[in-house]
């Protein structure tokens, strides 16, 4: 084969076999974002705000509500807040959550967007509402971290594209 051929080969198959890596690491994070994910909502339907405080989110935590954002600066000021969603949500007879549609769209080794809609559920079955956010998820030295979430109407939702 001649010098030039060989390059060229051994150029594309480097770029080739990057290429496969960074698709394999992109899965593999995604992979590790959507066990976050589905712990989130585990600790979210059972109340969990020590696990979901401790294990989920990122402390400070931003939340963008439709009034604007607001700045849970500790791991206790999470505790306290979610705590007061967790009653509200009782109050209403909630009983689960379940995605509708999850998207997670791999920035870089370190940072994840995820954006979907869900579905919320009562005890008696009737549904509550659907909803929809879109989560900044980040590489910690403790896992993956919800570190923003953003409340939206569900036609808002990112496709990954």
Request: net charge positive; aromatic share 10%; proline share 4%.
């Amino acid at each position: 084969m001649n010098p030039t051929r060989l390059l060229f080969l051994l150029a594309f198959l480097t770029f080739a076999c990057g290429s496969l890596h960074a698709a394999d690491d992109d899965a593999e994070i995604r992979r590790a974002v959507n066990a976050m994910m589905d712990d989130y909502t585990n600790f979210f339907m059972t109340g969990r705000a020590d696990l979901i405080a401790d294990r989920i989110y990122f402390a400070p935590f931003v939340t963008i509500p439709g009034e604007g954002p607001s700045a849970w600066m500790t791991k206790e000021q999470i505790r306290e807040n979610l705590a007061k969603t967790f009653e509200a949500l009782a109050a209403d007879g909630y009983a689960r959550s379940q995605w509708d549609k999850l998207t997670i769209t791999v920035l870089s080794p370190a940072a994840v967007i995820v954006s979907g809609t869900y579905s919320r559920y009562r005890k008696d079955g009737s549904k509550i509402g659907t909803l929809a956010a879109t989560y900044t998820v980040a590489k910690t030295k403790d896992g993956w971290r919800i570190v923003t979430l953003s409340r939206h109407a569900p036609a808002k939702t990112l496709d990954g594209n």
